[in-house]
């Protein structure tokens, strides 16, 4: 590159997207002590009358956060978790029964019909409602919809493309299970959550963009908590790079889709700390001698692994830091697709379904 060049690229402003990413860390500090004494009370609520069902309501980005709530849930308080199909109450005028049910929604704007109808819905029908969203002004976090208010605290999130939004909910729905039972060690792990963060943040993800600058499409894999970063990374690829991409669970991935993998073929396999992380190393060596093109995320140690993972002060928290050093990389990878991240193509901010 030139000299010319290289001045012109260090000239270009920083993305909304880029810099509300690298605000996450500061982010998520203001939503735990801003949720603190909120979730203190309501994980009392909670161990003295557990719910007997728990429904999660979200779409996108926040649907995400959800399902890794969802799966801390079930895999440390041995409670199921269902995701509400979300056109039941809106369209099909479902009469669900709420009696001793749970449902926690998660938003960034907190504005669509089909997430504040069914939480008002909740409400009136004897369950008790929990909202995770930021617009702490929005529909979905007035009294008539949210029993408990859990605000993101995240600041204004311009960016079409979550990002600190959706880190500050990992983190919320982290520390309600961790309120929920009154496990000392998650609620110390998450105090230092924005320090691991923040280090996620700085790490070196280049091999990513220099790996799909011209892909087409790609498979990202996770399991367990990583799942929930798999399927936010897959939705960034799409609504930023342009690149089609399908999100799997490592052992999902070996029925019907390994069909399409082949030499070459490119996938993002997410494995941090825990006990899915044997199993998606296993399978990173099986694809790459297959011929498949191979990004293992891990943390410093693990063989073969290309993008380094910061680690948390707990396991069930290190997928999150997955999900920091992702967002600056795929920005970056938007870039030099010729793509701009702040104005992904037919999409907008705010999306009121129904």
């Not at 007997?52 to 926040?62: C, E, F, K, N």
């Not at 996620?200 to 367990?224: F, T």
């Not at 999900?323 to 870039?335: D, G, H, I, K, W």
């Amino acid at each position: 590159m030139s000299p010319d060049a290289t001045t012109c690229a260090n000239t270009v402003p920083p993305s909304r997207m880029r810099l509300e990413a690298l605000e996450a860390p500061a982010a998520v500090a203001r939503a735990l002590a801003a949720a603190g004494p909120t979730l203190a009370a309501l994980g009392a609520s909670l161990r003295a009358a557990p719910p007997q069902s728990i429904l999660t309501v979200a779409r996108g980005s926040s649907d995400h956060a959800a399902h890794h709530m969802a799966y801390l849930v079930m895999a440390r308080l041995g409670r199921l978790v269902t995701s509400l199909p979300m056109s039941l109450i809106t369209l099909y005028q479902s009469r669900l029964h709420c009696e001793g049910l749970l449902a926690l929604a998660f938003s960034q704007s907190g504005q669509s019909p089909d997430l504040v109808a069914p939480m008002r819905y909740v409400r009136a029908h004897g369950g008790r409602s929990v909202a995770l969203v930021n617009d702490a002004a929005s529909p979905l976090a007035q009294a008539d919809a949210a029993q408990w208010l859990l605000p993101l605290s995240a600041g204004p999130e311009t960016s079409v493309a979550a990002t600190k939004s959706y880190l500050a909910q990992l983190a919320l729905g982290a520390a309600l299970v961790a309120h929920w039972q009154d496990d000392a060690a998650l609620l110390a792990a998450l105090a230092q959550l924005p320090a691991a963060l923040a280090e996620a943040a700085a790490l070196d993800w280049q091999p990513m963009v220099e790996a799909l600058a011209s892909a087409r499409q790609l498979y990202v894999i996770g399991r367990g908590t990583g799942l929930a970063i798999a399927m936010e990374a897959a939705l960034k690829f799409k609504e930023v790079a342009g690149i089609h991409a399908e999100a799997f669970s490592g052992a999902e991935v070996q029925h019907g889709p390994m069909a399409l993998i082949d030499e070459g073929w490119p996938l993002l396999v997410i494995a941090p700390r825990g006990p899915a992380q044997a199993g998606l190393i296993e399978l990173a060596q099986q694809m790459r001698q297959r011929g498949a093109r191979v990004l293992l995320a891990a943390p410093a140690g693990v063989a073969g692994a290309e993008l380094p993972l910061a680690t948390t002060g707990h396991v069930d928290l290190d997928a999150i830091t997955a999900a920091q050093s992702f967002y600056p990389t795929v920005e970056a990878l938007a870039r030099a697709r010729g793509l701009d991240p702040d104005q992904p193509r037919h999409l907008a901010k705010v999306t009121r379904t129904r």
